[in-house]
């Protein structure tokens, strides 16, 4: 039977997809959830047993996934429709092999290699983009990285080329810094390289992550602006909308739009900016949910990031994002180290309040610092108001680590 090309474009988004998802922390743990509301079949995989993602998947596999050989072998293994890359230690460049097999790679195998090091995106961002970004240099060594300081002037920020949540982030102020920030960043580095950047320190008013949607059907889509907070390099507390001229939001947009566009494929990507007196400035890329994203979790837009992300990989097209509600988001972390899943103590506290939600990960384990759930709160006051009750919410929520 001759199946026209509309109708068979239907029949495959309507089809139960086998997807495999590399890496399963609680990013990767919403995004199950909205593939399985969607029908879809989800492989979850990861380094290390009872990942967040793999306690809502329908199979999982424990693997090094920057063994190419290992990886290899798990694609072999299950031929997904799909290969879903949700963290950044993974060997990369085996995407375009798998793309070249016939496996859909999301957002692209170019968009997840580039993305997964900082170097290349930076690169392609200034270099062959022409985007605004702070002045940077690279860095194999020590010395090099005190002839890059030089180069870019202090106070300056130092981070691992591969890194996730801020790991190995650090400022250096002075000269004695230096050598402290070498060793914390090769500490926080995902991945077997060496090597870091270190950026000049940009005057910014504030900074956000505009998270953006690409569709098969060529229609990119963007949220309100998501503001944040950071400490560690990692991020705190978000809030949405992040309140903003309209021609920055305009520039910013446009900015994505370029990144995007070089690097192809469809799916949700967290486009970080700083704004300052000087205008917009590129900061990094992700080319999946952002962990600033979360507060969409609180029903601030009419699909939440995950849910986007979720229709874009099986090509289910998004007319367009509206925003519901004000919303915020605060981080519950952990403050030591435990080798079993924690007790979690003032959960019903945390209930009682108004305007308000939480979300534990699952995390089977503990370190001091480690994200294990975040606090959500949402209404109409002004969003200073709504982020102090999401840390209210967080606060209330006590981790005891376990043996």
Known sequence: MHVPKVLAGIFAI?????????????????????????????????????????????????????????????????????IVPEVESIRTERFYEYEKQGFKVIPSAKAADFTMNRKAIRDLASVELGLKTAKYKYATSLKELESGVEFVGMPCVVKPLMSSSGKGQSVIKSSGDVAKAWNYALEGSRGDLMEVIVEEFVDFDYEITLLTVTQNNGNTLYCPPIGHRQERGDYQESWQPM????????????????????????????????????????????????DTG??????????????????????????????????????????????????????????????????????????????????????????????????????????????
């Open 243 to 290: 309140l903003m001229e309209d021609v920055h939001l305009s520039l910013a947009q446009t900015m994505a739009d370029k990144v995007t566009s070089a690097l192809g494929g469809s799916g949700i990507w967290g486009v970080e900016f700083f704004i300052g007196k000087e205008g917009v400035y590129f900061s990094e890329l992700s080319p999946r949910p952002h």
């Open 14 to 82: 309507m089809m139960r997809n086998k997807i495999l998802l590399l890496g399963s922390g609680e990013l990767g743990k919403e995004v199950v959830i909205a593939l399985q509301r969607l029908g879809q079949y989800v492989i979850a995989v990861d380094s290390y047993a009872n990942a967040p993602a793999m306690q809502v998947a329908h199979e999982y596999e424990v693997i090094n996934m920057l063994d190419g050989a290992q990886l290899d072998a798990v694609v072999a293994k299950h031929k997904p429709d799909f």
């Open 294 to 403: 979360m507060v969409t979790l609180g029903g601030t837009q009419n699909l939440s990031e995950f849910e986007l992300h979720a229709r874009a990989i099986i090509g289910i097209p998004v007319s367009e994002i509206t925003q519901v509600r004000k919303g915020a988001s605060a981080v519950v972390l952990a403050q030591d180290e435990g080798s079993a899943f924690p007790e979690f103590i003032g959960l019903s506290k945390a209930a009682a309040i108004s305007g308000a939600d939480f979300r534990i990960f699952g995390k089977p384990t503990t370190r001091k610092y480690r994200r294990m759930g975040v606090g959500l709160a949402f209404g109409d006051e002004e969003i200073s108001v709504i982020v102090e009750r999401a840390k209210q919410v967080a606060g209330e929520i006590k981790v005891v680590s376990c043996d």
